[in-house]
Nanobody, 124 residues
Framework: QVQLVESGGGLVQAGGSLRLSCAAS????????MGWFRQAPGKEREFVAA????????YYADSVKGRFTISRDNAKNAVYLQMNSLKPEDTAVYYC?????????????????WGQGTQVTVSS
């Protein structure tokens, strides 16, 4: 198991930026693909972005492509989500997750390690 702790959420105006961080501890961090998911009030949790264990491959939901960037630093056991040009519809609790399953990164079911979430609120 790997333990995950998110940080960096907050309140920002539309068009602004935030950088989320996720610190990992426990098992070897570089063995895991990492993902970011979000859940808005009254909605199901959805995939936002993912990065492969090596960092060589990244994946994005269409709704954030071109605005969000996922990255990782295996030496620091951390993954990041840089969010630019934020919109009110990006308001949600953002979760960091780790998966040891190869080849599948968008499905919530393959992630068995989750952080507690960090709130992002974008005002119009």
């Amino acid at each position: 198991q790997v333990q995950l702790v998110e940080s960096g959420g907050g309140l920002v105006q539309a068009g602004g930026s935030l950088r989320l961080s996720c610190a990992a501890s426990g098992r070897t961090f570089s063995n895991y693909n990492m993902g970011w998911f979000r859940q808005a009030p009254g909605k199901e949790r959805e995939f936002v972005a993912a990065i492969s264990w090596s960092g060589s491959s990244t994946y994005y939901a269409d709704s954030v492509k071109g605005r969000f960037t996922i990255s990782r630093d295996n030496a620091k056991n951390a993954v990041y989500l840089q969010m630019n040009s934020l919109k009110p519809e990006d308001t949600a609790v953002y979760y960091c997750a780790a998966s040891a399953v190869l080849g599948i990164v968008r499905a919530e079911a393959v992630y068995n390690n989750w952080g507690q979430g960090t709130q992002v609120t974008v005002s119009s």
